[in-house]
Every structure is written in structure tokens, then in C-alpha cells.
């Protein structure tokens, strides 16, 4: 689909009548039609909305159409009842000036429609959320429920208003929508009752025949077939195009969103439903003896059905239907009704039992959807009222609908023309006054208080005596007939005097949009609006509350004899309410076209069309459009819309506002003759020119915007810097903090240390210093204590000398005084008692000390050294004879318990101790060894049993030797056997003697000096054996092994000579022919702790012995 960007863009026609050109009625038809033709509904005069209706859906409605209006200028794109609303809207919101959509035209131009349509718009754009979509809801559900009560089938309109409405939407200071509140205006109620040809009673009745479920018709009593019942017309009963069963499930379901309780829809229904039923009831004629007729319900079922449905008790309302009550004063006076009172008093019941009910369901609407908040409100008006109408026949209804378009073209007029021309005089503007029709003289007609056809009939209906429509005429003719906009048969207007198309009971009104005329039957009526009393005291005693609620009047607690105002004096009142709202509200209009008369799209009759043209008064409105300005506003609002686009007033202007809209003006070299200063305003004269500033400021928002953003970017990366310089700040201060903290502790712990080692060096001196005090001190003691000593000693040597010379004198003494007492007392004493005192106490003495001998005697081991101390010194040589005495006392007792061989063994180990303690190393180590002698067991052990038999004598050692090998150093196993004369050498395994070697012809034998078990078995030179040479062996029980040959050695040579034993490191042993030295060197320890002996050349072997731990 093409977008357009502009109203300029691809124009069909010209989008703004005001840029018409030339300007004529009929270039200005022509350019409607051009524009119908091409699907192009909606035209602009200035800011006003013509729009034709097209009779059949256009693809223009859409979302994406929504979102392409949304926040555009008005003029940005082509002519829609969307930008209309756009700007609306965001002149609510953003200007904070409440507005009215004003929508005018005839019958079935469009009006409810488009109302429908801004309201949608509006609530596509405003905003969203849960609440605020709950109350669109409600708003927009509000309209299939006032519609299915208030809409029907005219000639004109297959789904016309039969009520006005006016609807306030209140917006938030954000714009979003609160609630709202509906004004309804006279529903022309005599449809329910009675419909011209070839229309239909309101929609309610055929949608609940068609689309209720048998179930609920069932309940509420009624038959499908809509020929059932009196108050349905039958000739239209189905509309080409209205599914009424679909359109009672969209009521039902409006219902529940708007709010409706389930029982409440249940009691609207039962309402509905009675007022056919009521349309049902008949009444028949019966003579009463006075000779009058008095009516009687003909068939009760129908009475009965009603009845039962709205909980009344049957006979009091068949009663209302035969008598009348009426109550002057204190007086009751009850007449009879006849026949066609009792059809008068259904139908009048029948019509106040829907109106209503059409009134409480507004109210109840308007319960819904008022606004929660009490906070001041946005208020956004839009009326929909019935359109202008002349039907062959005009009653009442199409007079007070009439007058109502008269008061709403005055005020179009008041806005749009007189105010727009009188605000150019205002404002100093020079100005060419343009002539239009002013139907304020037609309002005066009908609505002036003193003489005005409302007023007349009021007055007619209120005065005492015969009453009718007649006298009202009557009335009319003598107070009207010389009005210029007034027509009747009898006019005293001679002008009309020979006009005999006017029937006699008619009059005509010359209206802005026609001359309508009006059948005065039933306006009195009509406009009395009575339900006789016993009707609605019936009502009141239904047991249904809504009928109740519907009936306050027929309480007979409250019972009120004055008359209630008159229909159309109520309505003068809420037209003259509604005007005085629309009057505090900006105006939007949208001018309704309708382009044929047969509901027909792509229909476009010129005449039909001319005809509104002229008498909406579009022509003048485009001719005070153009000859004016396009576009105004005040000084100080225009300067801060556009102060951008100059750099002097950017961003304020200091000073006065109309200055700084010259200087913008100036400085965008605006020509002259497109704008005018008024006295507080600015016009604008081209919509062009405003095009130009409105393009110009976008593109300044843009720059700015990007101005803007561009600040922003830099603040929020300035801050974003600043944000991250502090933390790094704070960063670095915790980081310096935690540096110092360590590098304090660091400190801390060396000062710790270095304080430690002064205080230790403090108190080391010191106690050096303590020491050395108390050395002193100590030494002081001691020398003090020597010399105390000294002194002591002295004083002591000084004392005992004193003493001795004390004891001396006193022996001396003694002796001079024993010598003298002997000398005195000899010859009483025999000469020897002293000899036996001294021979007794000596024995005593000897006696204490043997028996304390015995008992501190020593053990019995003859190596315990010890012995008591002596007692006295005379005893000192006794004591040590007897320490003599008793050690070879022990010893002899120790002996006495050797066996012989066991004596044998120690004889041994005292030889071996005598040849080998302190010269071999290997010697401590054999000591604790028991000399076994016959390891091998060789008598016993029969694998030895050849060798043993080869030895005769007794084989005193019997062991495994290694038999060197002079060429490499390595050993052979070889057992050695001993024996009192040999020494033998026999293999290992086969026990065959390899050497014996009588003991005569060894020599001697050579061993080490350290820890190994090598020996050499030197043979006698010159001697049998030595043939062969010497053997070097080696041997665990290296030292048994050389004690025994010592010992056998020496007991088996005949001279006696022992057999020698060197102990040197270093010997030579004959091998055959070559003397080979032996060499016993300390060697690494090795594992096995073994000697090893290697050859080192033909004279030297050397054995390597690990050195002992
Ligand atoms: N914009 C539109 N697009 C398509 N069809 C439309 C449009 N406007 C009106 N109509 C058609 O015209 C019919 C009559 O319109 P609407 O009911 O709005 O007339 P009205 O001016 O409200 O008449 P009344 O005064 O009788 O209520 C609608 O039922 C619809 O079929
Ligand atoms: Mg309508």
C-alpha cells in the first residue's frame, strides 16, 4: 500500500478545501466527488473533517494506520478522521485543554460511525497496562449495548440513533483513559410502540427473539416468531446486512464487560420481554349501565404472562387498564377508561417501561465506567446525536431532534464563523466581514422562553380546560405566524397565505438545513409525557426490583400531586446543559456527508450532497478559512514551539513574546504576506507555511536530539569516568592502605626482632652484669668462707691445740693423778689387771669386728673387687690378710665347680686371650663364642662319613675354611680338620683329604692384626709337607681355630716348642717356588662386612678389610 508522507503527496483532489481553487459550489462538489470516487472520504476545510460516508468498509481503518497517524501533524498526512483525533488527543494531553468532537449530518451520514471510530483511535494510542485496558474496554463495550436499546431501522439508516449521546472521556494528566461518563438525550420512544412504514422497533427486540436460546426464551415467556407480537412491525422485521442473533451474543457479552451482574441482565431481559407481551393485550368494549363503555382485557394470557414475568399481581394491573384514578387535593375521583384509553394507557406504559429502562441502563454504564479517582480530569468529549431528519411525517420526536441540530449548527457557527471573524477584529487583524446564515433566529424560535414554540406548548399544556394539539396550533398561529422561519395554513404570514401544499393541522419551520413539516397530533402529548398514576402504583408493587427501582413515582408513600415537567421543556434544559459544556471545550468538528439516499456505495448524488454542502454552511467556512488565516496562535505558545529554529531566541528569549515571534519569523525568512500579527496572536495564512515550521522544528528535534543524546553520552561516560577514577581512587587507597599495613607489619616484626635481640643483648649483659655481681658475690662468700674458713680452721687448730694441750694437761693430770693414785693405790691392785682389761677389751673388739665381717662380707664372684672399710687402724694389716684369704677362698669355690672339659674350654679361651687380646681386632668378638670345635659334626654327620673314615685320631675341629687362591685371590670352600698330630685339608663336597700337614711341620701361622678371618699355615722348611708350599686360609673361627692348632701345636712337638703365632699386617707366605707378601689393608665397609683379597702382581696379595664400626 502507498504511504503518503503528506496531505500534498499523490492528492486527489485537494485534501484542504481551503486550497481550492478556483473556489465555487461546484468545483467544491466536484472535488468531494473526485475524492469519493477514489475511496478519499475525508476532507479537510482548515481543521474541520467533512467526511462522506462510503457506505461499504475501506481498508483504512487498520493498526498499521493507527500507528502511521500516531504523533503526525495534522496536516503532515492526507485528510483522516484519525489525524483529527490525533490531534485531539495530544492537544488533551499535551496542552491540558479538555476537548469536544462535535459530529454533525443528517440520518445515516456517518455519525455514529465515526464517533465509534476517534474512539477507537484514541484508545489504540493512549496508554496501556491492565486497568487502563479494562476501562477502554468498558468504554468501547458501552456503545453495542446503548446501540441494541437505542438504534434502529429507519428509512434512512439501517442502524439510526434514536437517542443522542454525549460521552465524556476523562484522561489522567498522562492520558490515559479513567472512565467516563454518557449523556443520554430523549429516545424517541414512540418507536416502541408504533414504527412508520418500512422501519423497525429497536434492535433489542429482534436480537432477543433471534439469538436468545429456547431455553431462556422459554423463561422469559416468549416465541421466537416475531409476527407473534403487535409492537414488531412485520414489514422489515430482517435487515440485509444485521445478523440479530450474532448481534445479541455481542450485547450479552458487552454486557459482562461493561459489568452487568448476571441477574441484572436477567431482569433487563424480563423487561424487554414484558413490553412485547404488553404490546399483546387487548381490550374489549363493555356497556356499563350508564350507558358508557368501559374497557376489558379481551385475552388474559398475555396480561397473565406479563404479569408473572415482572412479579405483579395480575388484577392490579387489569384494574389500571379499566379505571383511572385521579387525585386533586384530597379527592380521589376514579373514572372508567374506554377502549382506546386502555390502549393509550398500554402503550404509554409500554413506552415509559422502555425509556426507562434505556435511562437506568446509562446509569448503570455510567457506574462502570466513572472514573475511579477523584483527581482533576482531561476530558475529551464526543456527542453523537441523531442527525438532522425530515420524514413524510414529523412529529414531535423529529421537531425536538430538529431543534437540537439548529442549537449544534449555532454553536458551529459561533465557533467557527462569528468568532472566527470577530477574533480577527479583535485582534486588529485587517478583515473583509464575510456574510453566512446565522441560525440563531431559527433557535429563537423555537427555544424563546416567552414566545418560542416550546414555550407555547408548554404554556398549552399546562393551562386549565380542553387542551389539544388544535388549540396548540391555534396558539402557535397567532404567537409565530410573524416569524420569517415560520409557516401554517393560517399564518398571518400573507406570504404563506395561498401556500395549499400545507395540510391544516401541520406547520412548517423554515431549519438551516430544510423546511420541515410538522403534524401537531400528539405533541401535546407528547410533550406531557403522562402515565396515568394507577399505572405506575402498580408498577411500584411488581415484586421485581428493577421495576420497582424503574417506578419511584407509584410509592404511594410519595405520592405527588404536582405535575412533572414537560418532555420538552426537559429537553430545552439538556440541550441548553450540553451546549454550555461543548462551550468550555476545544472544538473538533467532523461534518458528516451522506452521499446518496439509498445506503449505497459509490453512489454520489450531487444534488442530495449540494444540498448539505449549503445548508452545513461548508461553502461560508471555507470562505472565512481562506480569506483568513489558516493557522493561529497565542505569542508566547507559538514562540515556545519554534524558539528553536532561530539562534536568537534558542534557548530564551528575554525579551517581549510578539518581538521574538518577529524575530523568528524574520530569521526564517517567512514571506510577509503569509502570516499577520494580531494583538496577542499569530496568523498563519498558508497551512503551507505551517508545514514549513512544523518540518523545520522536526528536523531541529532531530538536531536536538542528537544534541541531547550526544550531552548525555558524554555525562553518562563523563560519569561513568568519574564513577571508575573513584573507585580506583578508593581502589588504590584500600590498596595502599593493605601495602602500608604489610610493610607496618614488616616493620613491626623486624622492630619486634631487633628489639628482641637488644632486650635479649640488654639482658644478656645485664646478666652477664648479674653473673659477674654474683660471681663476686660468690666469690666474696668464698673467699669470706676461706677465710671464715681459715679463721675457723685456725680458731679450731687453736681450740684442739688448746684442747690437746687441755687433754695433755689433763692426761699429764691424769697420769700424774693415775701415777700418784697407782702410786698411792698399787699395793691394792694385782700387777697384771691391766694386761687382762686390755686382752678383754681387745677381744671384744675382734669379736665386733668379725661378726660385722660376716655380715658386710662381699659376693661370691671373683671379680667383685669390693670389701668392707676397717674398722680400726691396728686391724689394718688382719684386714687385708683376710680380704686375701677370702678372694682365694671364692675363687677356689668357683673353680671347684668347673668340669673338666669345661675347664678345658676356659683353658682355651685364656689361651686364646693370652695369644690374641689386644692384638687382633677379631679377638672381642670370639670372646663371648663357645669354642664348638667339631662344627661340622663330621662322626655324626654321615655326608662327612669318608672323611671321618680317613682320620684316625679324634678330629678336635672340624670346620668350612676358604683355601685362598694365590693366582686370583679367590677362595675355595675346604673343610679343615684338626687332630692332635694333622692338620687336614678335604674337599668340601666329596670329602676327599686334599693336604694334611703333620703338626710337627708347621712352623707357624700369620694372622692379620685386624678384623678378618685370614690366616697362613707356614710349613717348616726342608720338611714333607712344605713341598707344596704354605696354605693361606680364612676362617670364621679364625680365633678358635689358631688357639687350638697353638695349643695341639705346642702339646704334640716333641721339644716343647710352642708354635708361633704372628700377628702382623704384613707377612710372606711361600707359594711352591715364589714368596708371596700378604698385605692386610683397611678397606671401605662392604656389604657382608667380609675381608676380600685380591691379587695385586705375582708378589703381592692384597686383602682389603672392612673397617670395624
Ligand atoms: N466510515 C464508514 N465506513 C463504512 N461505512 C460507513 C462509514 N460511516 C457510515 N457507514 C455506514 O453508514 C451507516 C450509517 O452510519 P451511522 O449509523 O453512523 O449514521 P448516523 O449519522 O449515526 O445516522 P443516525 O443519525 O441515523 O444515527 C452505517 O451503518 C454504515 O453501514
Ligand atoms: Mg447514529
Same mark, same amino acid.
Given at each position: 500500500?502507498?504511504?503518503?508522507?503528506?496531505?500534498?503527496?499523490?492528492?486527489?483532489?485537494?485534501?484542504?478545501?481551503?486550497?481550492?481553487?478556483?473556489?465555487?459550489?461546484?468545483?467544491?462538489?466536484?472535488?468531494?466527488?473526485?475524492?469519493?470516487?477514489?475511496?478519499?472520504?475525508y476532507t479537510y476545510i482548515g481543521s474541520v473533517v467533512i467526511s462522506?460516508?462510503?457506505?461499504? #468498509?475501506?481498508?483504512?481503518?487498520?493498526?498499521?494506520?493507527?500507528?502511521?497517524?500516531?504523533?503526525?501533524?495534522?496536516?503532515?498526512?492526507s485528510p483522516h478522521i484519525y489525524a483529527l483525533a490525533d490531534e485531539a488527543y495530544r492537544s488533551l494531553r499535551d496542552q491540558d485543554k479538555d476537548q469536544c468532537i462535535l459530529i454533525t449530518g443528517e440520518s445515516g451520514a456517518g455519525k455514529t460511525e465515526a464517533s465509534k471510530l476517534v474512539m477507537s483511535y484514541v484508545a489504540a494510542v493512549c496508554g496501556k497496562g491492565q486497568e487502563v485496558n479494562k476501562v477502554k474496554e468498558q468504554l468501547l463495550q458501552s456503545n453495542p449495548v446503548l446501540e441494541a436499546f437505542g438504534n434502529a431501522k429507519t428509512v434512512r439508516n439501517d442502524n439510526s440513533s434514536r437517542f443522542g449521546k454525549y460521552m465524556d472521556i476523562e484522561f489522567d494528566f498522562k492520558g490515559d483513559p479513567l472512565g467516563g461518563v454518557i449523556s443520554n438525550y430523549l429516545l424517541e420512544k414512540s418507536r416502541v410502540v408504533k414504527q412508520p412504514r418500512g422501519e423497525r422497533n429497536f434492535h433489542i427486540f429482534y436480537q432477543l427473539l433471534s439469538g436468545a436460546s429456547d431455553d431462556t426464551l422459554k423463561k422469559l415467556k416468549l416465541n421466537r416468531d416475531f409476527s407473534k407480537y403487535n409492537y414488531l412491525s412485520l414489514d422489515s422485521a430482517v435487515v440485509t446486512g444485521l445478523d440479530d442473533a450474532a448481534s445479541f451474543r455481542t450485547v450479552k457479552n458487552a454486557m459482562q464487560i461493561v459489568g452487568f451482574m448476571e441477574d441484572e441482565v436477567q431482569s433487563v431481559l424480563e423487561l424487554v420481554a414484558a413490553v412485547l407481551k404488553l404490546g399483546n393485550i387487548e381490550f374489549k368494549p363493555e356497556s356499563r349501565c350508564n350507558g358508557a363503555d368501559e374497557s376489558r382485557v379481551k385475552d388474559k394470557n398475555d396480561l397473565k404472562e406479563m404479569c408473572e414475568l415482572l412479579g405483579i399481581e395480575q388484577t392490579v394491573l387489569e384494574r389500571a387498564f379499566s379505571y383511572r384514578t385521579v387525585e386533586a387535593k384530597l379527592e380521589k375521583v376514579s373514572t372508567t377508561l374506554n377502549v382506546a384509553q386502555a390502549y393509550y394507557a398500554r402503550d404509554a406504559l409500554a413506552k415509559n417501561l422502555y425509556i426507562r429502562l434505556f435511562s437506568w441502563l446509562v446509569t448503570r454504564i455510567n457506574e462502570s465506567i466513572k472514573a475511579q479517582t477523584k483527581s482533576r480530569h482531561k476530558v475529551m468529549g464526543v456527542l453523537d446525536i441523531y442527525g438532522f431528519e425530515i420524514f413524510e411525517d414529523n412529529s414531535f420526536e423529529q421537531f425536538i431532534i430538529n431543534y437540537c441540530n439548529e442549537k449544534l449548527q449555532q454553536i458551529f457557527i459561533e465557533l467557527t464563523l462569528r468568532e472566527e471573524q470577530e477574533e480577527y477584529v479583535r485582534e486588529g487583524i485587517e478583515w473583509t466581514n464575510i456574510e453566512y446564515f446565522n441560525n440563531a433566529i431559527i433557535c429563537d424560535l423555537i427555544e424563546n422562553n416567552q414566545n418560542g414554540i416550546m414555550a407555547m406548548l408548554d404554556e398549552e399544556c399546562l393551562r386549565p380546560g380542553t387542551v389539544t394539539d388544535e388549540t396548540f396550533l391555534d396558539k402557535l398561529n397567532t404567537?409565530?405566524?410573524?416569524?420569517?422561519?415560520?409557516?401554517?395554513?393560517?399564518s398571518?404570514? #400573507?406570504?404563506?397565505?395561498?401556500?395549499?401544499?400545507?395540510?391544516?393541522?401541520?406547520?412548517?419551520?423554515?431549519?438551516?438545513?430544510?423546511?420541515?413539516?410538522?403534524?401537531?397530533?400528539?405533541f401535546v402529548d407528547k410533550n406531557n409525557d403522562l402515565l396515568y398514576r394507577d399505572l405506575s402504583q402498580a408498577m411500584f408493587k411488581a415484586n421485581h426490583s428493577l421495576i420497582k427501582q424503574l417506578f419511584p413515582e407509584g410509592n404511594p408513600a410519595k405520592v405527588n400531586l404536582k405535575r412533572p415537567p414537560t418532555a420538552g421543556f426537559q429537553f430545552k434544559a439538556s440541550v441548553g446543559t450540553l451546549m454550555k459544556n461543548l462551550q468550555t471545550k476545544n472544538p473538533n468538528y467532523i461534518r458528516c456527508i451522506k452521499p446518496n439516499d439509498k445506503k449505497a456505495a459509490h453512489i454520489f448524488t450531487e444534488s442530495l450532497v449540494c444540498h448539505q454542502v449549503r445548508?452545513?454552511?461548508?461553502?461560508?467556512?471555507?470562505?472565512?478559512?481562506?480569506?483568513?488565516?489558516?493557522?493561529?496562535?497565542?505569542?508566547?505558545?507559538c514562540l515556545e514551539r519554534y524558539k528553536m529554529?532561530?539562534?536568537?531566541?534558542?534557548?530564551?528569549?528575554?525579551?517581549?513574546?510578539?518581538?521574538?515571534?518577529?524575530?523568528?519569523?524574520?530569521?526564517?525568512?517567512?514571506?510577509?504576506?503569509e502570516f499577520s500579527y494580531g494583538r496577542s496572536k499569530i496568523f498563519i495564512r498558508n497551512p503551507r507555511t505551517l508545514f514549513f515550521l512544523e518540518e523545520r522544528r522536526r528536523q531541529c528535534l532531530q538536531d536536538l536530539a542528537t544534541l541531547i543524546q550526544k550531552i548525555y553520552r558524554g555525562w553518562k561516560c563523563r560519569t561513568h569516568f568519574l564513577l571508575l577514577k573513584?573507585?580506583?581512587?578508593?581502589?588504590?587507597?584500600?590498596?595502599?592502605?593493605?601495602?602500608?599495613?604489610?610493610?607496618?607489619?614488616?616493620?613491626?616484626?623486624?622492630?619486634?626482632?631487633?628489639? #628482641?635481640?637488644?632486650?635479649?643483648?640488654?639482658?644478656?649483659k645485664l646478666l652477664r652484669e648479674l653473673k659477674h655481681q654474683k660471681r663476686c658475690e660468690e666469690a666474696a662468700s668464698t673467699i669470706a668462707a676461706y677465710w671464715h674458713g681459715a679463721q675457723a680452721r685456725r680458731e679450731l687448730r687453736r681450740l684442739k691445740e688448746e684442747a690437746r694441750r687441755k687433754h695433755a694437761v689433763a692426761v699429764i693430770w691424769a697420769c700424774w693423778q693415775g701415777l700418784k693414785v697407782r702410786?698411792?693405790?698399787?699395793?691394792?691392785?694385782?700387777?697384771? @689387771?691391766?694386761?687382762?682389761?686390755?686382752?678383754?677389751?681387745?677381744?671384744?673388739?675382734?669379736?665386733?669386728?668379725?661378726? @660385722?665381717?660376716?655380715?658386710?662380707?662381699p659376693s661370691m664372684s671373683p671379680i667383685d673387687k669390693s670389701w668392707p672399710a676397717r674398722p680400726y687402724r691396728f686391724l689394718d694389716a688382719a684386714h687385708a690378710e683376710l680380704r686375701a684369704i677370702f678372694h682365694l677362698w671364692r675363687c677356689k669355690k668357683y673353680r671347684s665347680q668347673f668340669t673338666e672339659e669345661k675347664k678345658a674350654v676356659y683353658e682355651e679361651k685364656l689361651e686364646a686371650s693370652e695369644l690374641f687380646k689386644d692384638k687382633k681386632s677379631l679377638y672381642p668378638s670370639s670372646v663371648s663364642q663357645p669354642f664348638k670345635g667339631d662344627y661340622l659334626e663330621i662322626s655324626k654327620n654321615p655326608k662327612y662319613h669318608k672323611l671321618s673314615s680317613c682320620v684316625e685320631e679324634k678330629v678336635l675341629l672340624a670346620d668350612v675354611v676358604n683355601k685362598i687362591n694365590r693366582a686370583n685371590g679367590k677362595g675355595a670352600s675346604r673343610i679343615l680338620l684338626l687332630t692332635k698330630k694333622n692338620v687336614l685339608l678335604a674337599d668340601q663336597k666329596t670329602g676327599q683329604v686334599k693336604a694334611s700337614v703333620a703338626l710337627p711341620d708347621l712352623a707357624s701361622v700369620s694372622v692379620s692384626t685386624q678384623n678378618d678371618g685370614f690366616f697362613a699355615l707356614k710349613l717348616r722348611e726342608g720338611s714333607a709337607s712344605a713341598v707344596k708350599g704354605d696354605f693361606l686360609l680364612s676362617s670364621e673361627h679364625l680365633i678358635e681355630t689358631i688357639t687350638k692348632l697353638h695349643h695341639i701345636g705346642s702339646t704334640a712337638s716333641d721339644d716343647g716348642v710352642r708354635l708361633n703365632v704372628d700377628i702382623t699386617d704384613e707377612f710372606l707366605v711361600q707359594f711352591k717356588q715364589d714368596k708371596v707378601c700378604v698385605k692386610f689393608i683397611q678397606g671401605a665397609p662392604k656389604n657382608g662386612n667380609g675381608a676380600s683379597c685380591k691379587r695385586k702382581n705375582n708378589r703381592l696379595l692384597e686383602v682389603s678389610v672392612p673397617a670395624t664400626a
Open positions: 500500500m502507498e504511504v503518503k508522507t503528506s496531505l500534498l503527496d499523490n492528492m486527489i483532489g485537494v485534501g484542504d478545501m481551503v486550497l481550492l481553487e478556483p473556489l465555487s459550489e461546484d468545483s467544491f462538489l466536484e472535488n468531494l466527488r473526485k475524492r469519493f470516487d477514489h475511496n478519499e472520504i462522506v460516508n462510503p457506505y461499504r #468498509s475501506l481498508p483504512i481503518y487498520s493498526p498499521e494506520k493507527v500507528e502511521e497517524y500516531r504523533n503526525r501533524n495534522f496536516y503532515e498526512l404567537v409565530c405566524a410573524e416569524h420569517q422561519h415560520f409557516e401554517s395554513r393560517l398571518k404570514n #400573507s406570504k404563506f397565505l395561498n401556500d395549499h401544499s400545507l395540510p391544516h393541522s401541520c406547520f412548517r419551520i423554515q431549519h438551516y438545513a430544510g423546511k420541515v413539516l410538522y403534524c401537531v397530533e400528539g445548508y452545513l454552511g461548508l461553502m461560508e467556512n471555507v470562505r472565512v478559512r481562506r480569506a483568513g488565516y489558516a493557522f493561529r496562535q497565542l505569542y508566547g505558545p529554529l532561530c539562534k536568537r531566541t534558542w534557548p530564551h528569549w528575554r525579551g517581549p513574546e510578539r518581538e521574538g515571534v518577529e524575530v523568528l519569523m524574520a530569521d526564517l525568512q517567512v514571506p510577509t504576506e573513584k573507585s580506583q581512587i578508593v581502589v588504590a587507597a584500600w590498596y595502599r592502605r593493605y601495602a602500608q599495613q604489610k610493610k607496618y607489619q614488616k616493620i613491626k616484626s623486624a622492630t619486634t626482632v631487633v628489639q #628482641s635481640y637488644t632486650r635479649g643483648w640488654q639482658a644478656r702410786r698411792e693405790y698399787r699395793k691394792f691392785f694385782r700387777a697384771n @689387771a691391766g694386761k687382762k682389761i686390755y686382752n678383754f677389751t681387745i677381744q671384744r673388739i675382734m669379736q665386733k669386728y668379725f661378726l @660385722a665381717l660376716r655380715r658386710t662380707l
